[in-house]
């Protein structure tokens, strides 16, 4: 039996995801300056499936998958994902790269509605709308300019976080959110690892500091490097776990919408941490983003409870 369509639940997932991946990204910065992206991954992942696998042991969660193909393909789509958002950093804008992962509560509703058949109602379309709407404010006029071929780079990040969220409602139905943890960190940690070794056969030239974090290979690791890489490893399996759980218990229309919070929950991070303010457009944006929320929310209560299709 497919869970039920909880939106307020998922809801509240969504933001335990926002405030603690919002915190811990805000860290990516220090362990930039001295760590490369591949090293960071692989590290992470084994601190990551290390805490998971005590978790597992003391708390009885069941870690095996129930379909194995389905978590590998869901695991893989993720990861490579992020793959690309990440390796996108390397030319082109932060804003542009962001702007372009943002698009994927869009696909998310493409996908929903033309493959799979889901009726989506035109206040998930006008959630996505003006959700986005509010990205685009929050990231400045920088996100959207330079249209090129490198530009649909991120687009493609996009995409595929996309189809990995309606992958795991869809084709994870009875899988424990542990397992597809498990899977997601698996396959981050075999990239990074792949990630290395293409950098130990083949070494760029690397710039100093934040600049080299995609082009760095293996680096011997500083206490602060391990610290705030294993905050990154612990905060991730919450956060990624919230998510997933949310994503299990609301249609993915729903609830990729919710995700448009991570931004202001970063922004909100930034200023507390590092004294960074927002301008006026970015606080609109954020606005926008807290309505588009409201929007499926208040949908959510209105429409019946419905099950996706297994």
């Known amino acids: 039996m497919n869970p039920q369509d909880r939106t307020l639940a998922a809801a ?7 405030v603690v991946i919002g915190f811990t990204d805000n860290y990516v910065r220090v362990i930039a300056a001295e760590g490369g992206l591949w090293q960071f991954h ?11 696998a005590v978790a597992g042991l003391a708390l009885g969660l069941r ?24 390796g996108a950093l390397a030319f082109l804008p932060v804003a542009q790269v962001a702007a372009g992962l943002f698009t994927a509560p869009i696909f998310v509703l493409l996908i929903s509605r033309f493959v799979y058949g ?6 998930r379309v006008l959630a996505v709308a003006v959700g986005f709407a509010g ?15 490198a530009a649909a780079v991120p687009v493609l990040a996009g995409l595929l976080y996309g189809m990995g969220n309606i992958a795991t409602r869809r084709w994870c139905p009875q899988e424990s959110a542990a397992t597809l943890l498990g899977g997601f960190f698996t396959a981050l940690g075999l990239l990074g690892a792949l990630g ?28 602060a490097f391990l610290f ?31 995700e448009y919070v991570i931004l202001p929950a970063s922004a909100l991070w930034g200023w507390i941490l590092w004294s960074e303010t927002l301008t006026p457009a970015a606080a609109g944006g954020m606005g926008l ?14 429409a019946p409870a419905t099950a996706a299709a297994g």
Do not use: C, K
């Open 12 to 18: 509240g997932f969504i933001i335990i995801y926002a």
């Open 42 to 52: 692989a590290t992470r992942s084994v601190m990551a499936l290390v805490l998971l």
């Open 63 to 86: 870690l095996r998958p129930v379909n194995l193909r389905a978590v590998v393909a869901r695991s893989a789509i993720h990861g490579t994902s992020m793959l690309i958002y990440f």
């Open 118 to 123: 889901e009726g989506i109602g035109p206040l």
């Open 135 to 149: 990205v685009v404010l929050v990231l400045g006029p920088e996100a959207m300019a330079g249209a090129s071929v």
């Open 196 to 223: 290395m070794a293409v950098l130990a056969l083949m070494p760029l030239p690397v710039p100093a500091g934040a600049d080299g974090f995609v082009m760095r290979g293996f680096v011997w690791p500083s206490q």
């Open 228 to 258: 705030w890489t294993f905050v990154q490893a612990a905060g991730s399996l919450l956060a990624v776990g919230m998510m997933i759980r949310a994503y299990q218990v609301a249609t993915a229309t729903r609830v990729s919408v919710f």
């Open 289 to 302: 983003i807290a309505l588009a929320g409201a929007i499926i929310a208040f949908g959510g209560r209105r």
